[in-house]
Protein backbone atom coordinates (compact mmCIF):
# COMPACT_ATOMS: atom_id res chain seq x y z
CA UNK A 1 0.00 0.00 0.00
CA UNK A 2 1.18 3.23 -1.07
CA UNK A 3 0.92 6.14 1.23
CA UNK A 4 0.41 9.75 -0.25
CA UNK A 5 2.60 12.25 1.89
CA UNK A 6 1.37 16.05 1.83
CA UNK A 7 2.52 18.98 3.12
CA UNK A 8 0.98 20.80 5.86
CA UNK A 9 2.27 24.72 6.29
CA UNK A 10 -0.71 25.50 9.05
CA UNK A 11 -4.28 24.22 9.45
CA UNK A 12 -6.08 25.64 6.30
CA UNK A 13 -3.18 23.68 4.37
CA UNK A 14 -3.96 20.15 6.43
CA UNK A 15 -7.72 20.03 5.89
CA UNK A 16 -6.77 21.10 1.92
CA UNK A 17 -4.43 18.01 1.88
CA UNK A 18 -6.66 15.60 3.61
CA UNK A 19 -9.87 16.44 1.49
CA UNK A 20 -7.93 16.09 -1.79
CA UNK A 21 -6.82 12.63 -0.96
CA UNK A 22 -3.66 12.64 0.96
CA UNK A 23 -2.70 9.73 3.45
CA UNK A 24 -0.59 11.85 6.31
CA UNK A 25 0.64 15.14 6.52
CA UNK A 26 4.17 15.99 7.89
CA UNK A 27 4.23 19.61 9.59
CA UNK A 28 6.23 21.42 12.54
CA UNK A 29 5.49 23.14 16.01
CA UNK A 30 7.23 26.41 16.33
CA UNK A 31 10.85 25.28 16.90
CA UNK A 32 12.98 22.21 16.06
CA UNK A 33 11.54 22.08 12.20
CA UNK A 34 13.45 23.04 8.97
CA UNK A 35 10.50 25.74 7.61
CA UNK A 36 10.46 28.43 10.74
CA UNK A 37 9.19 30.64 8.09
CA UNK A 38 5.93 28.76 7.36
CA UNK A 39 2.41 28.84 9.17
CA UNK A 40 3.52 26.26 11.66
CA UNK A 41 1.88 25.10 14.61
CA UNK A 42 1.08 26.09 17.86
CA UNK A 43 1.39 23.23 20.68
CA UNK A 44 -2.68 24.23 20.61
CA UNK A 45 -2.48 23.63 16.93
CA UNK A 46 -0.44 20.57 16.84
CA UNK A 47 -3.73 19.00 19.32
CA UNK A 48 -5.96 20.23 17.19
CA UNK A 49 -3.98 19.05 13.77
CA UNK A 50 -3.20 15.52 15.07
CA UNK A 51 -6.85 14.74 16.04
CA UNK A 52 -8.43 15.78 13.08
CA UNK A 53 -6.07 13.79 10.71
CA UNK A 54 -6.97 11.20 13.18
CA UNK A 55 -10.60 11.50 13.22
CA UNK A 56 -10.41 10.82 9.59
CA UNK A 57 -8.15 7.87 9.67
CA UNK A 58 -5.10 9.99 8.14
CA UNK A 59 -1.80 10.23 9.49
CA UNK A 60 0.30 13.28 11.48
CA UNK A 61 4.57 13.46 10.91
CA UNK A 62 5.62 16.21 13.37
CA UNK A 63 9.38 17.74 11.72
CA UNK A 64 11.93 17.77 14.56
CA UNK A 65 14.32 17.98 11.83
CA UNK A 66 17.13 20.54 12.68
CA UNK A 67 20.44 19.79 12.50
CA UNK A 68 21.03 20.88 16.40
CA UNK A 69 23.83 22.42 18.31
CA UNK A 70 24.11 21.95 22.10
CA UNK A 71 21.56 24.64 23.10
CA UNK A 72 19.09 23.36 21.41
CA UNK A 73 18.14 20.68 23.47
CA UNK A 74 17.78 22.35 26.41
CA UNK A 75 14.11 22.25 26.44
CA UNK A 76 13.56 19.15 23.60
CA UNK A 77 12.96 16.83 25.91
CA UNK A 78 10.12 17.96 26.82
CA UNK A 79 9.21 18.84 23.95
CA UNK A 80 9.42 14.75 22.68
CA UNK A 81 7.75 13.85 25.64
CA UNK A 82 4.38 16.63 24.42
CA UNK A 83 4.20 15.15 20.84
CA UNK A 84 4.44 11.35 22.35
CA UNK A 85 1.73 12.47 25.04
CA UNK A 86 -0.75 13.92 21.40
CA UNK A 87 0.10 10.61 19.61
CA UNK A 88 1.59 12.13 16.64
CA UNK A 89 2.13 8.90 14.62
CA UNK A 90 6.24 9.70 13.97
CA UNK A 91 8.41 12.45 14.15
CA UNK A 92 10.71 13.02 11.28
CA UNK A 93 14.66 13.69 12.73
CA UNK A 94 18.05 14.39 11.13
CA UNK A 95 20.32 14.43 14.08
CA UNK A 96 21.49 11.00 15.67
CA UNK A 97 21.72 13.02 18.79
CA UNK A 98 18.16 13.84 18.75
CA UNK A 99 17.39 10.02 17.90
CA UNK A 100 19.08 9.21 20.41
CA UNK A 101 16.94 10.90 23.26
CA UNK A 102 13.94 9.91 21.25
CA UNK A 103 14.95 6.28 22.05
CA UNK A 104 15.52 7.25 25.70
CA UNK A 105 13.02 9.25 26.77
CA UNK A 106 9.73 8.01 24.21
CA UNK A 107 10.93 4.95 22.67
CA UNK A 108 7.81 3.75 22.14
CA UNK A 109 7.22 6.90 19.62
CA UNK A 110 8.03 6.08 16.01
CA UNK A 111 11.30 8.00 14.24
CA UNK A 112 11.11 8.62 10.55
CA UNK A 113 14.60 9.95 9.62
CA UNK A 114 14.64 13.49 7.32
CA UNK A 115 16.27 13.23 4.52
CA UNK A 116 18.76 15.88 6.03
CA UNK A 117 20.49 13.01 7.17
CA UNK A 118 21.58 12.10 3.59
CA UNK A 119 20.87 8.97 3.79
CA UNK A 120 22.73 7.82 -0.05
CA UNK A 121 24.26 3.97 0.59
CA UNK A 122 22.78 0.89 2.35
CA UNK A 123 24.52 1.01 4.72
CA UNK A 124 23.83 3.95 6.73
CA UNK A 125 20.40 3.23 5.98
CA UNK A 126 21.32 -0.07 7.97
CA UNK A 127 22.84 2.26 10.75
CA UNK A 128 20.07 3.90 11.14
CA UNK A 129 17.70 0.68 11.17
CA UNK A 130 19.73 -0.58 13.95
CA UNK A 131 18.85 2.78 15.48
CA UNK A 132 15.11 1.30 16.01
CA UNK A 133 13.62 3.74 13.02
CA UNK A 134 10.36 3.08 11.50
CA UNK A 135 11.08 5.07 7.96
CA UNK A 136 13.89 6.07 6.02
CA UNK A 137 13.53 9.54 4.49
CA UNK A 138 16.39 9.14 1.67
CA UNK A 139 18.18 11.60 0.07
CA UNK A 140 17.07 12.66 -3.18
CA UNK A 141 20.60 12.50 -4.52
CA UNK A 142 19.62 8.51 -5.19
CA UNK A 143 18.54 6.33 -8.26
CA UNK A 144 15.51 3.88 -8.48
CA UNK A 145 18.27 1.23 -8.92
CA UNK A 146 20.12 2.28 -5.91
CA UNK A 147 16.56 2.59 -4.03
CA UNK A 148 16.09 -0.95 -4.87
CA UNK A 149 19.25 -1.84 -3.56
CA UNK A 150 18.43 -0.39 -0.35
CA UNK A 151 15.15 -1.80 0.20
CA UNK A 152 16.94 -5.52 -0.35
CA UNK A 153 19.59 -4.91 2.76
CA UNK A 154 17.25 -3.15 5.45
CA UNK A 155 14.73 -5.56 7.41
CA UNK A 156 11.39 -5.19 5.88
CA UNK A 157 9.66 -4.00 8.78
CA UNK A 158 10.89 -0.58 7.65
CA UNK A 159 9.54 1.93 5.63
CA UNK A 160 11.11 3.72 2.48
CA UNK A 161 10.14 7.15 1.96
CA UNK A 162 11.03 9.20 -1.08
CA UNK A 163 10.23 12.74 -2.61
CA UNK A 164 8.23 12.37 -5.77
CA UNK A 165 7.03 16.27 -6.66
CA UNK A 166 8.07 20.17 -5.59
CA UNK A 167 11.28 22.28 -5.48
CA UNK A 168 14.79 20.59 -4.92
CA UNK A 169 18.01 21.99 -3.32
CA UNK A 170 21.11 22.78 -4.94
CA UNK A 171 22.82 21.97 -2.20
CA UNK A 172 23.22 18.47 -0.71
CA UNK A 173 19.18 16.92 0.57
CA UNK A 174 19.50 20.29 1.58
CA UNK A 175 22.09 20.59 4.14
CA UNK A 176 23.13 24.28 2.81
CA UNK A 177 25.63 27.01 4.07
CA UNK A 178 24.43 30.10 1.40
CA UNK A 179 21.54 31.10 2.89
CA UNK A 180 23.79 31.15 6.42
CA UNK A 181 26.64 32.79 4.92
CA UNK A 182 24.76 35.58 3.26
CA UNK A 183 22.46 36.96 5.24
CA UNK A 184 22.79 35.08 8.63
CA UNK A 185 19.79 33.02 8.29
CA UNK A 186 20.54 29.12 8.87
CA UNK A 187 19.14 26.78 6.55
CA UNK A 188 19.98 24.01 8.95
CA UNK A 189 17.92 25.19 11.60
CA UNK A 190 14.62 25.91 9.23
CA UNK A 191 15.60 29.91 8.27
CA UNK A 192 16.43 29.59 4.87
CA UNK A 193 16.07 32.54 2.81
CA UNK A 194 16.57 30.51 -0.39
CA UNK A 195 19.67 32.64 -1.67
CA UNK A 196 19.53 30.07 -4.66
CA UNK A 197 16.54 31.87 -6.47
CA UNK A 198 17.98 34.96 -6.72
CA UNK A 199 19.79 36.39 -9.77
CA UNK A 200 23.34 36.27 -10.13
CA UNK A 201 26.00 37.66 -12.53
CA UNK A 202 29.34 36.59 -13.22
CA UNK A 203 32.48 38.55 -11.95
CA UNK A 204 35.99 38.43 -14.21
CA UNK A 205 38.32 38.75 -11.86
CA UNK A 206 40.96 41.20 -13.43
CA UNK A 207 37.93 43.36 -14.67
CA UNK A 208 36.82 45.31 -11.31
CA UNK A 209 33.25 46.54 -11.50
CA UNK A 210 32.56 44.90 -14.34
CA UNK A 211 29.68 42.13 -14.17
CA UNK A 212 28.08 39.81 -16.66
CA UNK A 213 24.63 38.22 -16.70
CA UNK A 214 24.68 34.74 -17.86
CA UNK A 215 21.28 35.00 -20.04
CA UNK A 216 18.52 32.40 -19.72
CA UNK A 217 15.17 34.30 -19.67
CA UNK A 218 13.47 37.62 -20.08
CA UNK A 219 12.97 37.43 -16.01
CA UNK A 220 17.02 37.41 -14.96
CA UNK A 221 19.70 33.94 -14.88
CA UNK A 222 19.24 31.76 -11.87
CA UNK A 223 22.55 30.23 -11.80
CA UNK A 224 21.89 28.48 -8.86
CA UNK A 225 17.99 27.13 -9.46
CA UNK A 226 17.06 23.69 -9.91
CA UNK A 227 14.08 22.48 -11.70
CA UNK A 228 10.85 21.62 -9.68
CA UNK A 229 10.86 17.28 -9.51
CA UNK A 230 8.24 15.62 -11.00
CA UNK A 231 7.97 11.75 -10.35
CA UNK A 232 3.97 11.44 -11.18
CA UNK A 233 4.18 9.20 -14.38
CA UNK A 234 7.24 7.09 -12.87
CA UNK A 235 4.66 6.05 -9.01
CA UNK A 236 5.18 2.27 -10.49
CA UNK A 237 8.39 2.30 -10.81
CA UNK A 238 9.03 3.36 -7.57
CA UNK A 239 6.72 1.29 -5.78
CA UNK A 240 8.46 -1.49 -7.31
CA UNK A 241 11.74 -0.45 -6.24
CA UNK A 242 10.27 -0.54 -2.76
CA UNK A 243 8.82 3.02 -1.65
CA UNK A 244 6.12 2.79 0.54
CA UNK A 245 5.11 6.48 0.83
CA UNK A 246 5.58 9.24 -1.41
CA UNK A 247 6.32 12.69 -0.51
CA UNK A 248 5.09 15.73 -1.86
CA UNK A 249 7.52 19.28 -1.01
CA UNK A 250 5.96 22.25 0.01
CA UNK A 251 5.14 23.75 3.26
CA UNK A 252 5.51 27.28 2.11
CA UNK A 253 3.13 26.39 -1.30
CA UNK A 254 -0.20 28.09 -1.51
CA UNK A 255 -3.38 26.32 -0.85
CA UNK A 256 -4.06 26.04 -4.41
CA UNK A 257 -0.71 24.47 -5.24
CA UNK A 258 -1.40 21.30 -2.10
CA UNK A 259 -4.89 21.05 -3.72
CA UNK A 260 -3.76 20.82 -7.34
CA UNK A 261 -0.82 18.49 -6.35
CA UNK A 262 -2.18 16.30 -4.48
CA UNK A 263 -5.16 15.59 -5.77
CA UNK A 264 -2.75 14.89 -9.26
CA UNK A 265 -1.09 11.90 -6.98
CA UNK A 266 -3.82 10.57 -5.45
CA UNK A 267 -5.68 10.39 -9.06
CA UNK A 268 -2.34 8.75 -10.38
CA UNK A 269 -1.98 6.16 -7.27
CA UNK A 270 -5.40 5.19 -7.97
CA UNK A 271 -5.26 4.39 -11.56
CA UNK A 272 -2.08 1.82 -10.78
CA UNK A 273 -2.90 -1.28 -12.63
CA UNK A 274 -5.22 0.13 -14.54
CA UNK A 275 -4.30 0.57 -18.57
CA UNK A 276 -5.49 4.46 -17.50
CA UNK A 277 -3.36 7.26 -19.01
CA UNK A 278 -1.98 9.73 -16.50
CA UNK A 279 -1.27 12.38 -19.52
CA UNK A 280 -4.14 14.51 -18.49
CA UNK A 281 -2.83 14.74 -14.44
CA UNK A 282 0.79 15.44 -15.96
CA UNK A 283 -1.10 18.49 -17.39
CA UNK A 284 -2.45 19.20 -14.20
CA UNK A 285 0.55 19.64 -12.51
CA UNK A 286 1.42 22.66 -15.04
CA UNK A 287 -1.75 24.53 -13.23
CA UNK A 288 -0.06 25.65 -10.42
CA UNK A 289 2.75 27.34 -9.77
CA UNK A 290 6.23 25.12 -10.95
CA UNK A 291 9.60 25.84 -12.67
CA UNK A 292 9.97 23.75 -15.35
CA UNK A 293 10.31 19.84 -14.31
CA UNK A 294 13.37 17.27 -13.88
CA UNK A 295 12.92 13.75 -12.39
CA UNK A 296 16.12 14.61 -10.51
CA UNK A 297 18.76 11.96 -9.77
CA UNK A 298 16.23 9.01 -10.45
CA UNK A 299 17.78 8.22 -13.58
CA UNK A 300 21.32 8.68 -13.16
CA UNK A 301 23.36 11.11 -11.26
CA UNK A 302 24.68 12.76 -14.44
CA UNK A 303 21.05 14.74 -14.77
CA UNK A 304 22.33 18.00 -15.66
CA UNK A 305 19.71 19.26 -17.30
CA UNK A 306 17.61 19.48 -13.47
CA UNK A 307 19.97 22.03 -12.76
CA UNK A 308 18.72 24.71 -16.14
CA UNK A 309 15.82 26.16 -14.57
CA UNK A 310 13.69 29.29 -15.14
CA UNK A 311 11.22 31.35 -13.09
CA UNK A 312 8.12 29.83 -11.90
CA UNK A 313 5.21 29.84 -14.46
CA UNK A 314 1.44 28.08 -14.22
CA UNK A 315 -1.71 28.16 -16.50
CA UNK A 316 -4.15 28.43 -14.59
CA UNK A 317 -5.13 30.86 -11.48
CA UNK A 318 -7.14 30.60 -8.41
CA UNK A 319 -10.30 32.12 -8.65
CA UNK A 320 -12.11 31.16 -5.53
CA UNK A 321 -12.81 28.33 -3.11
CA UNK A 322 -16.22 26.67 -2.40
CA UNK A 323 -17.46 27.07 1.08
CA UNK A 324 -20.84 25.47 1.13
CA UNK A 325 -23.78 25.06 -0.75
CA UNK A 326 -26.86 28.32 -1.04
CA UNK A 327 -30.06 28.48 -2.61
CA UNK A 328 -31.52 28.20 -5.21
CA UNK A 329 -28.83 26.38 -7.32
CA UNK A 330 -26.12 28.54 -6.29
CA UNK A 331 -23.19 27.66 -3.77
CA UNK A 332 -21.26 30.33 -1.49
CA UNK A 333 -17.88 30.94 -3.09
CA UNK A 334 -14.68 32.78 -1.38
CA UNK A 335 -13.26 35.17 -3.67
CA UNK A 336 -8.80 34.59 -4.32
CA UNK A 337 -8.62 37.05 -7.25
CA UNK A 338 -10.76 38.86 -9.74
CA UNK A 339 -13.21 37.20 -11.99
CA UNK A 340 -16.30 38.76 -13.66
CA UNK A 341 -19.76 37.37 -15.52
CA UNK A 342 -18.72 35.54 -18.72
CA UNK A 343 -15.84 34.23 -17.68
CA UNK A 344 -15.48 30.73 -17.74
CA UNK A 345 -14.30 28.86 -13.99
CA UNK A 346 -12.81 25.44 -13.86
CA UNK A 347 -13.27 23.06 -10.63
CA UNK A 348 -10.57 21.56 -8.90
CA UNK A 349 -12.31 18.74 -6.71
CA UNK A 350 -11.43 15.46 -5.55
CA UNK A 351 -15.13 14.97 -6.68
CA UNK A 352 -16.62 13.47 -9.97
CA UNK A 353 -16.87 17.34 -10.61
CA UNK A 354 -13.09 17.89 -11.20
CA UNK A 355 -12.33 19.85 -14.46
CA UNK A 356 -15.84 20.50 -15.07
CA UNK A 357 -16.38 24.33 -16.30
CA UNK A 358 -18.77 27.07 -15.17
CA UNK A 359 -19.44 29.96 -17.37
CA UNK A 360 -19.93 32.92 -14.77
CA UNK A 361 -23.58 34.35 -14.52
CA UNK A 362 -24.31 37.28 -12.43
CA UNK A 363 -23.63 36.31 -8.79
CA UNK A 364 -25.03 37.74 -5.90
CA UNK A 365 -23.28 39.09 -2.32
CA UNK A 366 -24.17 38.33 0.65
CA UNK A 367 -26.62 41.26 0.66
CA UNK A 368 -28.74 39.72 -2.31
CA UNK A 369 -27.56 42.29 -4.63
CA UNK A 370 -26.27 41.85 -7.99
CA UNK A 371 -22.34 41.41 -8.33
CA UNK A 372 -20.79 41.23 -12.29
CA UNK A 373 -17.39 41.82 -11.20
CA UNK A 374 -15.43 39.75 -8.45
CA UNK A 375 -13.26 42.68 -6.90
CA UNK A 376 -13.39 42.83 -3.27
CA UNK A 377 -10.78 40.63 -1.12
CA UNK A 378 -11.59 37.30 -0.08
CA UNK A 379 -15.19 38.74 -1.00
CA UNK A 380 -18.28 36.15 -0.40
CA UNK A 381 -20.48 35.48 -3.42
CA UNK A 382 -23.29 33.23 -4.14
CA UNK A 383 -22.59 31.44 -7.53
CA UNK A 384 -25.25 30.01 -9.47
CA UNK A 385 -24.22 26.49 -11.33
CA UNK A 386 -26.03 22.76 -11.52
CA UNK A 387 -22.94 21.63 -9.87
CA UNK A 388 -23.00 19.56 -7.34
CA UNK A 389 -19.97 21.45 -5.29
CA UNK A 390 -18.87 20.78 -1.90
CA UNK A 391 -17.00 22.79 0.91
CA UNK A 392 -13.19 22.42 -0.49
CA UNK A 393 -13.42 22.76 -3.90
CA UNK A 394 -11.62 25.39 -5.80
CA UNK A 395 -12.46 27.90 -9.08
CA UNK A 396 -9.28 28.18 -11.09
CA UNK A 397 -9.32 30.20 -14.46
CA UNK A 398 -6.87 29.59 -17.25
CA UNK A 399 -4.20 32.00 -17.63
Not at 8 to 21: C, E, R, V
Not at 134 to 158: F, H, N
Not at 202 to 217: L, V
Request: hydrophobic residues 40%; aromatic residues 10%; charged residues 25%.
Amino acid sequence: MLELLAPAGNMDKLKTAIYYGADACYFAGTKYGLRAYAGNFTDEDLIESVDYAHSLGKKAYVTVNIIAHNVDFAEMEEYIKFLHKIKVDAVIVADVGIISLIRRVCPELDVHVSTQANITNKYSAKFFCDMGVKRLVLARELSVAEIKEIREYIPQDVEIEAFVHGAMCISYSGRCLLSNYLCNRDSNKGACVQACRWEYTIHEKSRDNEEYPIYEDSRGTYILNSKDLNMLAHIQELYDAGVTSLKIEGRMKSVYYVATVVNAYRRAIDMLGTNKSVAPLLEELNKTSHRNYTTGFYYGSNNKECLESSTPVQTHEFMAVVLGPGKDGRVLIEQRNRFKVGDVLEVLSPTDTFNKQIEVTPMLNEKGEEVVDALGVQQKLYLKTKLKLQAGDILRKKI
